[in-house]
């Protein structure tokens, strides 16, 4: 008996040992411009992005766990003729993200960022387009920054992994977001 109670301390003393950290959480915000293209042939759009953060320390190491959720404007342009149309696509994301790094510092993260359509529209130059925006998006995000002691500097890239849309047109097919957003952040 004695052996176990030992061994439910020793648990209980390694389990408590990341919890003893000397970073707290963090929380803020993180605002910006994103310029983003959904293939090679198409044109790309400038948009903004919004969202809070939280930075949750993974130990007593440079490594933090960043959840966030975001607005971001994401699209592209096409034009063919006296023809073409832009696509703009506002999604609601929830990037998780891997960031090493010292607070303060220079840091990289990189993670996946899930997103939902909350709305669509389209400005036509002419022609007629019968797509759909597919109602979910992933993307591949990676991120390079620096973080002082309240504010922090970030340009991040996004790569697409699902189809922008379902294609029913004489539009170029549609490709994957793209997206290279600057942010400046703030942290509470």
Known sequence: MRTLELSAFACTLVLAAPATRAE????????????????????????????????IPVGR????????????????????????????????????????????????S?????????????????GVSYSKARPFDVSVVGDLGHDWEHVRLDLRVEVGLVE????????PPASKTRTLSVALGWRF
Request: charged share 20%; glycine share 14%; proline share 7%.
């Open 24 to 55: 707290p959480i963090g929380l803020g915000a993180r605002a910006g411009m994103a310029v983003s293209w959904l293939s090679e042939e198409t044109e790309p759009i400038v948009g903004a992005t919004v969202g809070l953060v939280a930075s």
């Open 61 to 108: 190491t440079r490594l933090f766990f960043e959840p966030e959720l975001a607005f971001a404007m994401k699209g592209g342009g096409w034009s063919a003729g006296e023809g073409g149309e832009d696509k703009h696509y506002d999604y609601i994301q929830l990037p998780l993200l891997l960031r090493y790094g010292p607070r303060p510092g220079f840091f990289a």
């Open 110 to 126: 990189a993670g996946l960022a899930p997103a939902v359509l909350v709305h669509e529209w389209r400005v036509s130059h002419g």
């Open 164 to 171: 922008a849309e379902r294609i029913e047109s004489m539009a």
